[in-house]
Nanobody, 114 residues
Framework: QIQLVESGGGLVQPGGSLRLSCAAS????????IKWYRQSPGKQREWVAR???????QYADYLKGRFTISHENAKKTMHLQLNNLKPEDTAVYYC????????WGQGTQVTVSS
């Protein structure tokens, strides 16, 4: 049974930072199968970041270099470092494996507000 558990969200002021984590259990295959998404209020869920199979990170264009992904392979954990946060980054952040019909975590809420 695959499970994904996100953590690290919270309330932060604009310009602040947060570090999100996604801990996976079960047969997820490569750690690179984990991808990050987010869903802002009233909007559709959107892709945020991922690793290619060769370990190269890839980010959504709208992030403009503010977010960074990393992983701890032995712990099956993926991290998402959020820097220079803006109010429009307010969303529930999810990790996913195996696509839309795959497995999702419960999400972690990030709220950026002064």
């Amino acid at each position: 049974q695959i499970q994904l558990v996100e953590s690290g969200g919270g309330l932060v002021q604009p310009g602040g930072s947060l570090r999100l984590s996604c801990a996976a259990s079960g047969q997820i295959g490569s750690i690179y199968n984990i991808k990050w998404y987010r869903q802002s209020p009233g909007k559709q869920r959107e892709w945020v970041a991922r690793f290619w199979s060769d370990g190269t990170p890839q980010y959504a264009d709208y992030l403009k270099g503010r977010f960074t992904i990393s992983h701890e392979n032995a712990k099956k954990t993926m991290h998402l470092q959020l820097n220079n946060l803006k109010p429009e980054d307010t969303a529930v952040y999810y990790c996913n494996v195996f696509g839309e019909s795959g497995y999702w975590g419960q999400g972690t809420q990030v709220t950026v507000s002064s």
